[in-house]
């Protein structure tokens, strides 16, 4: 079963390029959490979001609950922003079994 | 600086031997949990505790037990390791959240730098 699915898996992407990173889920959820990890690295949460939108920096998320989706976005990338991109779901109500997908590979070049 | 800190960074045991990987984390937080991270499998659940000397299984409990005997440190046990337990082992810990709750507290998870455990 895959509760939350990413899009796309893998992307190559230029340097200044726009980049969106998509999540779907199908459980009903309280919250839902982007976090990135570099190669090698530990893992950073980015952004915790349960309606609307967010923006940090250069990074902006937003999720739509009635259509279960969210997507993060990157303003003119960076070679910097290559990591995984992670999206987890809580499940309505749980603060303890986040359900993450499997992770978006993005590569931006030079 | 808010930190999560785990005992080992990679360690190499041998199949049956008993393996402790420690966690501790500086903030206070209420939530702690032990992640494993596979190729292809993503970030799966072992053990939550939202308290001390309380824990919830998560999707893959088996093989592994936990102890949360103060609030700033979570233990994760290997009784008797196995190959098939060789991954990348993540902490985390957040503060006790409610949706819609004030700015103060987002819910950010916070990880560890993670522990490659290789089992021979």
Redesign the interface.
């Known amino acids: 079963k895959n509760e939350v699915e990413q899009s796309p898996q893998n992307l190559t992407a230029q340097e200044g390029e726009f980049i969106t990173i998509n999540c779907s889920y199908s459980v009903g959820i ?2 839902l ?1 982007w ?1 990135q990890q570099h190669p090698g ?5 980015l952004f ?1 979001l ?1 309606s609307g939108k967010k923006k940090h920096g250069r990074l902006i998320a937003t999720i739509n609950i009635q259509e279960k989706h969210s997507s993060l976005h990157i303003t003119a990338s960076h070679p910097r922003d290559s990591a995984v991109y ?1 999206c ?1 779901v ?1 499940p309505g109500g749980s ?4 359900i ?4 978006t590979k993005l590569s931006v070049k030079p | 600086d808010v930190k999560v800190t785990q005992s080992s960074r990679y360690l190499v045991k041998r199949t049956g031997e008993k393996v402790f990987l420690e966690c501790v984390q500086d903030m206070d937080h209420e939530n702690m949990f032990w992640y494993r991270q596979d190729p292809g499998l993503g970030l799966r659940l072992i053990y939550f505790s939202y308290d001390v000397k309380m824990k919830e299984k998560g999707d893959i409990p088996e093989g592994y037990s936990v102890s949360r005997e103060k609030k700033e440190r979570f233990s994760l046990i290997l009784e008797s390791a196995s190959t098939n337990q060789t991954s990348m082992y993540l902490c985390a810990s957040s503060l006790w959240w409610v949706p819609g709750q004030g700015p103060t507290n987002t819910g950010e998870l916070f990880f560890g730098e993670g522990s490659r455990l290789t089992v021979l």
């Open positions: 309280s919250a959490h976090l690295g530990g893992i950073v949460s915790m349960s992670i987890a809580y603060q303890g079994n986040l993450f997908g499997k992770g």
